[in-house]
């Protein structure tokens, strides 16, 4: 079955420092979405990205963020000048139309801000 | 704003039970989709089951099923025959506008043998 790759599974950064998480949707989606989870709260939606664009944004999605989808095939998601807060797992997901039949996740990175 | 309520933050089960998790959500919109996701330890997120609120019959996937009460704005899901592999936190979600899922808080069912 089609997957959601996502990596690093974990990845480690100094406070202030930018990371990069990148995600590999299935092949013939055509909206990516990241989602953010901080331990033992809620998932919360990002950002979705259609036809090379951002669609949608959350308010927690400022300019600290931003996503890419530079090849094809890949799709990021940076975020510049971690804080502490940061830390959280972030799911990356695609569906093939806008979600009706749900997404396909992927499983998750997490970040941890030290 | 749409919200989605979870109001039972775990739940436990013998092995072979059924159990019922608990949903409810609040929307203006006639047309909209929910979801039920599961969570293992792997802290995968995984499709359980989906439901279009214009159709009336309650979906259905092998043992998992939803009861779905649009008026009372109620959408539970029924995990039959419950097996240890069905631990797991379990999410709630609504999908409007086709772009953006609203998650509850989730709730922990625990399987035991």
């Known amino acids: 079955e089609p997957e959601v790759t996502q990596t690093p599974s974990h990845q480690v950064t100094q406070m202030g420092q930018e990371v990069i998480l990148r995600c590999v949707p299935i092949?013939?989606?055509?909206?990516f979405y990241w989602y953010r989870q901080i331990l033992g709260q809620k998932v919360e939606f990002l950002v979705s990205?259609?036809?090379?664009?951002?669609?949608?944004k959350s308010e927690i999605f400022d300019d600290q963020f931003s996503v890419e989808r530079p090849d094809g095939s890949n799709f990021t998601l940076k975020i510049r000048s971690t804080k502490l807060e940061d830390s959280a797992m972030y799911f990356c997901?695609?569906?093939?139309?806008?979600?009706?039949?749900?997404?396909?996740f992927g499983s998750g990175t997490r970040l941890t801000v030290v | 704003a749409q919200t989605v309520t979870q109001s039972q933050p775990e739940m436990s089960v013998q092995e072979a039970e059924t159990v019922t998790l608990s949903c409810t959500y609040d929307?203006?919109?006639?047309?909209?989709?929910l979801f039920w996701y599961k969570q293992p330890p792997s802290r995968q997120m995984i499709l359980v089951i989906r439901q279009e609120a214009y159709k009336q019959q309650n979906a259905t996937e092998n043992r998992f099923s939803v009861n779905f009460q649009k008026a009372a704005k109620s959408f539970s899901l029924k995990i039959s025959d419950s097996q240890l592999g069905d631990t797991a936190m379990y999410f709630c979600?609504?999908?409007?506008?086709?772009?953006?899922?609203?998650f509850g808080a989730g709730t922990i069912l625990r399987v035991k043998s």
């Open positions: 990205f259609y036809n090379n664009e951002i669609s949608e």
């Open positions: 979600a609504f999908l409007y506008e086709g772009n953006k899922l609203v």
């Open positions: 997901a695609s569906s093939i139309s806008a979600g009706a039949n749900g997404y396909t």
């Open positions: 092949s013939n989606h055509l909206y």
């Open positions: 929307t203006s919109e006639s047309n909209y989709y």
